[in-house]
């Protein structure tokens, strides 16, 4: 294990170095992503600024609201686990797209490790700080700008048990994105089944309770973004779903399991590129 440890600090070293020949290119991937995040929370907050809260109804009665600072902070939350995943383990996105394709993956067989951990760590996506650094900012800003009576109700000894979890919050991205991604060993690419399981996570960015129980299934146990967001977030504020906690490193094993064993068939049933 420590061995995998100090070889992914390599790698991520040797990215940086190749990040510094192309600064622009980053620059302008970071400006492209506080653009799209700074769209979507001017798109929230011209929704809240029509309504006082979003409300969960019953038969044309109102069970639950959540206020604009509460959806904030279930919306920044969302991009913390999201985030470490982005900066550590994005390379999977290649595979699905040209790795396969291009008959690039011949190369991970050929080296001394595994393929997986070598698809995986090969690439460190520096742009995804930004990412991580906008989550913390509005959890802290949502959190501080809080009205008095919702501000009182969070315990914060609940954030404890949600670190201690948080791992396996980033291991439900890092499975969909393998077990999707694999896919390209028997169909050469398969970047849209990952892009279209994967932009499954935006519904984990509010309330689940306002989705109907299709929607709310399947991204609390099939593809279940709302574990790695809503759950938690919703047990820090009001201390709802602490059932959530364990069954999120549930689901995360069971996911990381099923992701390896479509790893390693693909890799078996892997014929390079044809000519």
């Given at each position: 294990m420590?061995?995998?440890?100090?070889?992914?600090?390599v790698f991520i070293k040797q990215d940086l170095k190749k990040l510094m020949e192309y600064k622009v290119d980053f620059l302008l991937g970071a400006v492209g992503f506080l653009l799209e995040q700074a769209v979507q929370l001017l798109c929230l907050g011209?929704?809240?600024?029509?309504?006082?809260?979003?409300?969960?109804?019953?038969?044309?009665?109102?069970?639950?609201?959540?206020?604009?600072?509460?959806?904030?902070?279930?919306?920044?939350?969302?991009l913390i686990p999201k985030g470490i995943d982005h900066l550590f383990f994005d390379n999977l996105w290649s595979l699905g797209y040209w790795i396969v394709d291009?008959?690039?993956?011949?190369?991970?067989?050929?080296r001394p490790i595994n393929s997986w951990f070598y698809v995986l760590c090969e690439k460190f996506c520096v742009d995804a700080l930004g990412e991580f650094i906008i989550g913390v900012a509005l959890v802290i800003y949502s959190t501080l700008s809080m009205p008095e009576n919702i501000a009182s109700g969070i315990l914060w000894w609940r954030v404890l048990p949600v670190i201690a979890v948080m791992p396996f919050a980033i291991m439900i991205f890092t499975s969909v994105k393998t077990a999707t991604a694999?896919?390209?060993?028997?169909?050469?690419?398969?970047?849209?089944?990952?892009?279209?399981?994967?932009?499954?996570?935006?519904?984990?960015?509010?309330?689940?309770?306002?989705y109907n129980a299709f929607i709310k299934s399947?991204?609390?146990?099939?593809?279940?973004?709302?574990?790695?967001?809503?759950?938690?977030?919703i047990f820090i504020l009001r201390g709802e779903a602490p059932w959530s906690l364990p069954v999120t490193v549930l689901v995360s094993?069971?996911?990381?399991?099923?992701?390896?064993?479509i790893?390693?068939?693909?890799v078996s049933s892997y014929e390079s590129a044809g000519s």
């Open positions: 420590m061995r995998y440890f100090r070889m992914h600090k011209i929704i809240f600024s029509a309504i006082p809260a979003l409300c969960y109804t019953e038969n044309g009665v109102v069970v639950d609201s959540w206020s604009f600072h509460e959806v904030l902070f279930i919306y920044g939350f969302s291009k008959g690039d993956f011949d190369k991970y067989l050929t694999a896919i390209s060993f028997w169909t050469k690419r398969s970047g849209h089944i990952t892009h279209m399981c994967y932009m499954t996570n935006d519904f984990a960015k509010y309330p689940a309770k306002i399947v991204i609390t146990y099939i593809i279940p973004f709302a574990l790695t967001a809503y759950y938690p977030a094993v069971l996911l990381f399991i099923i992701s390896q064993f790893w390693h068939k693909g």
